[in-house]
């Protein structure tokens, strides 16, 4: 089977799934920005062939599609326009992956394009018109849902880890012999949206609690923030063998401009930690909250000033024991079978695919 990824600008969730289905399926990719390779250091070996959209998408995918000729294409957004403009210019089945709703925004996806016109109509047409939906969440299945006319077959597929960049091995739990050590790993910003998070640390900070940060890029009014270390940005390897040494993993985030769209969430940063057998912390963030719960691996905050006397009160020992025994679970090695069980489905719905494989 033949599957063409279609995105602005490669993402490290495409990185995962070609890695995953590796073996399984031919890629190809056809995309606006850098290539996974630029971006991350690795990834397009991965695939059969690139093919840059250019400055004319419209004309440049039919002539993609051609050359590549798959029986599916799966487009992942934000934005929408890509999958729109497959909808309207190709014949094959498209696929739509959400991983954030342009509605649920206050601010700009900033991805170094354009903002497309009339995103809402957009995002209407990608989740009505596609032969199946991916999201993130089943909060985000839930989102769509109430706004529009799903298709039949949609699947909440989380932004799982990589089984190979986990550590082998983790420290035994054990009881606490001192204040509990937590980390933070990924994007920082200054701009007020939701990794904006020099308030929430300063308030761990105040607490007294160990907070260690490694940035996904320098963000230097951090350092500035007095009771937290800041290291240098590290190759995702190594970093993961670094979190390991920590006790919990910190993923709760500035609520006041994207709430909406931080109660859909369930973040990279959720599945490295816990697959490096940190139970997570988190707020008021909805989705989150949920599968924290239902799994029984971490620890949901109503104000992040309860964190030192929730940490206090706990059973540690027993929530790190629940997580390194799950690890497994929370991979893309683990829940890859689903994605390649779909591209199935819609490919034998598919008339012209169904009519080719029966000669």
Known sequence: MRILFLQQQPCV?????????????????AYRGRTLSELYGAGDELFEAWYPLGEDPAATLPEIVDAFAPDVIHSHNLPD??????????????????????SLRRTPYEDGFPEPQDPLALERRA??????????????????????????????????ALLRDLPARLPA??????????????????????????????????????????????????REIPGIRVHHTLPLPELLRELAAYDFGWAGFNAGLNGAHLDTALPNKLYEYLGCGLPVITLQHRALR?????????????????????????????????????????????????????????AAADQRWATANAR
Do not use: W
């Open 81 to 102: 326009a890509l999958t729109v403009l497959a909808l309207d210019t190709v014949a094959e089945p498209v696929i739509h992956d959400v991983h954030d709703m342009q």
């Open 127 to 160: 989740a009505e018109e596609s032969a199946a939906l991916i999201t993130i969440s089943p909060e985000l299945v839930a989102e769509l849902a109430a706004r529009y006319r799903l298709p039949r077959r949609v699947l909440a597929y989380a932004n799982y």
């Open 13 to 29: 969730r495409a990185l995962k799934y070609a890695l995953g289905l590796a073996g399984e399926v031919e890629l190809g990719f």
């Open 173 to 222: 739990p054990g009881p606490l012999d001192g204040p509990a050590r937590l980390v933070y790993q990924g994007t920082l910003s200054t701009n007020g949206g939701h990794y904006d998070l020099r308030d929430l640390f300063a308030a761990i900070a105040a607490q007294g609690l160990s907070l260690d940060v490694y940035p996904a890029r320098e963000v230097p009014e951090y």
């Open 290 to 346: 949920r599968m924290l719960s239902e799994e029984g691996v971490g620890i949901a905050l109503d104000d992040v000033g309860e964190l030192a006397a929730t940490l206090a009160s706990g059973d540690v020992v027993g929530l790190r024991q629940r997580v390194a025994e799950r690890r497994g679970r929370y991979t893309v090695e683990a829940q890859i079978g689903r994605i390649a069980a779909l591209y199935r489905e819609v």
